[in-house]
């Protein structure tokens, strides 16, 4: 059974720094995408960073390029995400997804396995 259980969101002010886990089991880490959805309340989910082991490749969506950084450890099945200088427009749930080489890493509905979210609020 695939299982993702992300960790690490709290509460933080502005230009503070959050660095969140999602520990993943069930599947071989190297053979899928991992990525970081959020979604802040009244909006959909939204793409925020992918890291494909199998191609070497990390994703950003452009808010947050220079601010967050993904990261894996295979060898434990982890992913993180360093989330720094924080904005209150980061403020949402995020989620961990899983997904056997998804045709665009944006994509939500690619992406089979999800975690069950980890709040991240972001006070100005």
Same mark, same amino acid.
């Given at each position: 059974?695939?299982?993702?259980?992300?960790?690490?969101g709290?509460?933080?002010?502005?230009? &503070?720094?959050?660095?969140? #886990? *999602?520990? +993943? $089991?069930?599947?071989?880490?190297?053979? !899928?995408?991992?990525?970081?959805?959020?979604?802040?309340?009244?909006? &959909?989910?939204?793409?925020? #960073? *992918?890291? +494909? $082991?199998?191609?070497h490749?990390?994703? !950003?969506?452009?808010?947050?390029?220079?601010?967050?950084?993904?990261?894996s450890?295979?060898?434990?099945?982890?992913?993180?995400l360093?989330?720094?200088?924080?904005?209150?427009?980061?403020?949402a749930?995020?989620?961990?997804?899983?997904?056997?080489?998804?045709?665009?890493?944006?994509?939500?509905?690619?992406?089979?396995?999800?975690?069950?979210?980890?709040?991240?609020?972001?006070?100005?």
């Amino acid at each position: 059974e695939v299982q993702l259980v992300e960790s690490g969101g709290g509460l933080v002010q502005a230009g &503070g720094s959050l660095r969140l #886990s *999602c520990a +993943a $089991s069930g599947f071989t880490f190297d053979d !899928y995408a991992i990525g970081w959805f959020r979604q802040a309340p009244g909006k &959909g989910r939204e793409a925020v #960073s *992918c890291i +494909a $082991s199998y191609d070497h490749r990390t994703y !950003y969506t452009d808010s947050v390029k220079g601010r967050f950084t993904i990261s894996s450890d295979n060898a434990n099945n982890t992913l993180y995400l360093q989330m720094n200088n924080l904005k209150p427009e980061d403020t949402a749930v995020y989620y961990c997804a899983a997904d056997y080489h998804p045709l665009g890493w944006r994509r939500a509905d690619e992406y089979d396995y999800w975690g069950q979210g980890t709040q991240v609020t972001v006070s100005s």
